[in-house]
């Protein structure tokens, strides 16, 4: 049996962004997870693409994918885990000669209920 095996890559966790046509290549990412409130991952990432438009971001499904450090001659390893959402948040935050840095926020569909206002007045 032929098992591809992971040589180095010190990005192991992935970010799909729907829309995006350009290879990101995450950096970082900070999380906030707690009990009855909504999730936010904040995640860096660095691209060939130095001009990726807020439009072309902002609203669009996205999806992050947590997998384990790989280890040298192993297998590939499948994500740990895989959250689901969509981009609220998107900033540019640097550029190089051969790539530029941003940020963007993930958070699940439902945070986007706290975008709208929706009043209601009872009367007897």
Same mark, same amino acid.
């Given at each position: 049996?032929? /098992? ?38 904040? /995640? ?42 969509? /981009? ?32 209601? /007045?009872?009367?007897?």
């Amino acid at each position: 049996m032929d /098992i591809p095996t992971l040589n180095f890559d010190h990005s192991h966790h992935k970010l799909k962004i729907r829309g995006l046509q350009s290879p990101v290549d995450v950096l970082t990412f900070e999380g906030r997870e707690q009990l009855s409130t909504p999730f936010r991952y904040d /995640i860096q990432f660095t691209s060939t693409d130095k001009a990726i438009a807020p439009e072309s971001v902002l609203m669009q499904d996205g999806a992050f994918s947590l997998t384990a450090p790989p280890v040298q001659g192993m297998p590939v390893q499948a994500p740990l885990r895989t959250l689901y959402g969509v /981009i609220t948040g998107f900033k540019h935050l640097s550029s190089s000669q051969d790539e530029a840095r941003y940020e963007v926020r993930l958070e699940p569909r439902m945070a986007l209920l706290t975008r709208s206002r929706q009043n209601a /007045i009872y009367q007897n």
